[in-house]
């Protein structure tokens, strides 16, 4: 049997590359003589940036940043050259990620993307003449206040004082006008392209407040804060670029960086066609009978740009299966059945915590592949029954 394995990473415990190797791994103990083609999907979250070098032979810089809580960081951005083009690649969870947060402590409201903006503003000094923006897997709920603050805008509340440097989200309440004449100089002279969930937006009942807030630990009180917070900096943005920017597309991606980042003239892209065009996926499906895809959660959410969902909709196109293993099987999972995947499995295997689910997530996912691929032989040995 030729198999496709194309997973994205099941947050805070295995990135894709990982992923890929654990189903592959499950699949084999069933059938060793598969012929499995593995092609994870790095969505511009944890791992973006280290595959997009790997697969370009570029390389990484270390540099020690603001986390999201403010407390320095250590993390990373990636230079190769893309048709001859010096090009950085940032991925804002090395410095804003909700794994960055600390469990006992996650509060949207105060989190910041500070540390973004220094990355930014490394690659602008070392002479970047593109710049991607990997958004994906963020700890913050800021619009990407902090990185403009970093890369040297001035945030103002009505009396023309300056916000609180770093000071998240809530912040944007008392927000009344951004001055952007102290930016950084290069960024007049690079292009900023930013690979995001394109389905996310600002504001409204929709928006990254309301939908992700509660995922980043905002209670139900924070979750309506921020998005109050949300629509005044949508309202000022909104001035400074002559359109209303609320419901953008991509605007919400990562905490609203998105906007922040459409606000500094960047280029937002739906995130599976720029990844595919960055990792060259070619003929990804030719040649398979199965595919398995992979993520930590699937619900209603899942059809609206993620990982397993574009990866089932071009299945189809060839006629193909698509399995799903995923950690938590969320409210309306089965909205995916109409969009490609046929079959999904969570990899728990009894009640556990997140903690314990996250430390032994490299053996549920090899035995969730294993019983995964057992009912596919099991299904096999019916044919014609």
């Given at each position: 049997?030729?198999?496709?394995?194309?997973?994205?990473?099941?947050?805070?415990?295995?990135?894709?590359?990982?992923?890929?190797?654990?189903?592959?791994?499950?699949?084999?103990?069933?059938c060793?003589?598969?012929?499995?083609r593995?092609?994870?999907?790095?969505?511009?979250?944890?791992g973006?940036?280290?595959?997009?070098?790997?697969?370009?032979g570029?390389?990484?810089?270390?540099?020690?940043?603001?986390?999201?809580?403010?407390?320095?960081?250590?993390?990373?951005?990636?230079?190769?050259?893309?048709?001859?083009?010096?090009?950085?690649?940032?991925e804002?969870?090395?410095?804003?990620?909700?794994?960055?947060?600390?469990?006992?402590s996650?509060?949207p409201?105060?989190t910041?993307?500070?540390?973004?903006?220094?990355?930014?503003?490394?690659?602008?000094?070392?002479?970047a003449?593109?710049?991607?923006?990997?958004c994906?897997?963020?700890?913050?709920?800021?619009?990407?206040?902090?990185?403009?603050?970093?890369?040297?805008?001035?945030?103002?509340?009505?009396?023309?004082?300056?916000?609180?440097?770093?000071?998240g989200?809530?912040?944007?309440?008392?927000?009344?006008?951004?001055?952007?004449?102290?930016?950084?100089p290069?960024?007049?002279?690079?292009?900023?392209?930013?690979?995001?969930n394109?389905?996310?937006?600002?504001?409204?009942?929709n928006g990254?407040?309301?939908v992700?807030?509660?995922?980043?630990g905002?209670?139900?009180?924070?979750?309506?804060?921020?998005?109050?917070?949300?629509?005044?900096y949508?309202?000022?943005v909104g001035?400074?670029l002559g359109y209303d920017v609320?419901?953008?597309?991509?605007?919400?991606?990562?905490?609203?960086?998105?906007t922040?980042l459409?606000?500094?003239?960047?280029?937002?892209?739906?995130?599976?066609?720029?990844i595919?065009?960055?990792?060259?996926?070619?003929?990804?499906?030719e040649?398979?009978?199965?595919?398995?895809?992979?993520?930590?959660?699937?619900?209603f959410?899942?059809?609206?740009?993620?990982?397993p969902?574009?990866?089932?909709?071009?299945?189809?196109?060839?006629?193909?299966p698509?399995?799903?293993?995923?950690?938590?099987?969320?409210?309306?999972?089965?909205?995916?059945?109409?969009?490609g995947?046929d079959?999904?499995?969570?990899i728990?295997?009894?009640?556990?915590?997140?903690?314990?689910a996250?430390?032994?997530?490299?053996r549920?996912?090899?035995?969730?592949?294993e019983?995964?691929?057992?009912?596919v032989?099991?299904?096999?040995?019916?044919?014609?029954?």
């Amino acid at each position: 049997m030729k198999i496709l394995i194309s997973p994205s990473g099941f947050k805070e415990s295995l990135e894709p590359y990982l992923a890929a190797d654990c189903i592959e791994a499950g699949i084999l103990r069933v059938c060793p003589d598969a012929i499995i083609r593995k092609a994870p999907l790095v969505d511009g979250g944890e791992g973006f940036a280290r595959a997009l070098v790997e697969s370009t032979g570029g390389v990484l810089r270390h540099l020690t940043v603001t986390g999201p809580t403010k407390l320095p960081v250590q993390s990373h951005y990636g230079i190769f050259y893309n048709g001859g083009r010096k090009t950085a690649v940032v991925e804002m969870a090395a410095a804003a990620g909700l794994g960055l947060v600390p469990r006992n402590s996650r509060n949207p409201c105060i989190t910041t993307t500070y540390g973004v903006g220094e990355l930014v503003a490394a690659a602008l000094d070392e002479g970047a003449q593109q710049i991607l923006v990997g958004c994906g897997d963020s700890g913050t709920s800021d619009g990407g206040a902090g990185m403009l603050q970093a890369l040297g805008a001035r945030l103002l509340d009505s009396h023309g004082n300056e916000l609180e440097v770093a000071g998240g989200g809530h912040t944007l309440l008392e927000l009344a006008d951004i001055d952007l004449s102290g930016l950084h100089p290069r960024l007049r002279e690079v292009e900023i392209e930013v690979p995001c969930n394109w389905k996310n937006v600002l504001c409204g009942p929709n928006g990254v407040a309301r939908v992700y807030g509660p995922q980043k630990g905002a209670s139900l009180e924070q979750v309506e804060l921020l998005a109050a917070a949300l629509d005044t900096y949508a309202s000022v943005v909104g001035r400074e670029l002559g359109y209303d920017v609320s419901r953008a597309a991509g605007s919400g991606a990562s905490g609203g960086l998105g906007t922040a980042l459409i606000l500094l003239g960047a280029k937002l892209r739906p995130r599976y066609e720029a990844i595919t065009e960055y990792f060259s996926f070619d003929g990804l499906f030719e040649g398979c009978q199965l595919v398995f895809t992979a993520e930590g959660a699937i619900d209603f959410q899942t059809p609206h740009g993620k990982i397993p969902a574009e990866i089932a909709m071009r299945a189809k196109k060839h006629g193909l299966p698509v399995i799903a293993l995923v950690g938590t099987v969320g409210l309306n999972a089965g909205d995916n059945y109409r969009i490609g995947i046929d079959a999904f499995s969570s990899i728990l295997q009894c009640p556990t915590t997140l903690e314990t689910a996250t430390r032994e997530a490299e053996r549920l996912l090899i035995d969730g592949a294993e019983s995964a691929m057992r009912m596919v032989m099991v299904g096999r040995s019916l044919k014609g029954v």
